[in-house]
């Protein structure tokens, strides 16, 4: 079993709908949690991030974190052709600097 | 905000030969460099971590013999391919980060290695 584990996709979606990614985690030591866009054939970028449980909205962006559960979430509103890329998720420790990703989640958000 | 080059972008070599990639901190100084490889559809797998003047620590099943990594300054790593094969053909993706409790990694656009 991977520590964190997200669905691969595709996720396809009409221009303005929202784009609702999530990942679970098996590791209860995961402190910081984020979400990294990445384009084809470019370095992730990074999108947004949280620190143990809780809600965190930046413009389109909300980031959720349920550490209860295990389970983090990142939700896009109003999304746009422009949003379609993938999607990592990524974690780590409180002690050390190590980031743990998820596999990644491929968007497409449709014209 | 924090930039983070690498060199080059894209590289083909033949079997056998060896191939460096170079990774920067464009305008901060990166204390921790980390290398990833990333094959098409999949996520990035960590290969090593690098601090600046020490050796760099290798993920469980990384040849370190075979990716050499040197972080000689604090705004420059570089990972060498030696004697590659086509099965090396991969995205090398670097990051780097400041320290001094900063959680974030900044990363570099990637580095494409084809081996013929």
């Known amino acids: 079993q991977k520590e964190v584990e997200q669905d691969p996709g595709p996720l396809s979606v009409p221009e303005g709908a929202i784009v609702s990614l999530n990942c679970t985690y098996s590791n209860s030591a995961f402190q910081y949690f984020m979400w990294y866009r990445q384009y084809s054939r470019k370095g992730p970028e990074l999108l947004m991030y949280t620190y143990s449980s809780g809600n965190k909205e930046d413009g389109r962006f909300t980031a959720q974190v349920d550490k209860s559960s295990k389970y983090i979430s990142l939700f896009i509103r109003d999304s746009q052709p422009s949003d379609s890329a993938t999607y990592l998720c990524?974690?780590?420790?409180?002690?050390?600097?190590?980031?743990?990703f998820g596999g990644g989640t491929r968007v497409l958000v449709k014209p | 905000g924090a930039v983070v080059s690498q060199h080059p972008s894209r590289v083909i070599c033949k079997s056998g030969t060896s191939v460096k990639i170079e990774c920067r901190s464009l305008?901060?100084?990166?204390?921790?460099m980390f290398w990833y490889r990333q094959f098409p559809k999949q996520s990035l797998m960590l290969m090593a971590t690098s601090n600046e003047g020490s050796k760099a620590t290798y993920e469980q099943g990384v040849e370190k013999d075979k990716f050499l990594i040197n972080h000689a300054s604090l705004t420059l790593s570089t990972l060498t391919v030696t004697s590659a094969h086509p099965e090396d053909s991969s995205f090398y993706i670097c990051?780097?980060?400041?320290?001094?409790?900063?959680?974030?990694?900044?990363f570099g656009p990637g580095t494409r290695l084809t081996v013929t």
């Open positions: 305008d901060f100084q990166a204390t921790t």
């Open positions: 990051s780097a980060n400041s320290g001094r409790g900063s959680y974030e990694q900044y």
């Open positions: 990524a974690m780590r420790e409180a002690a050390g600097n190590k980031l743990t």
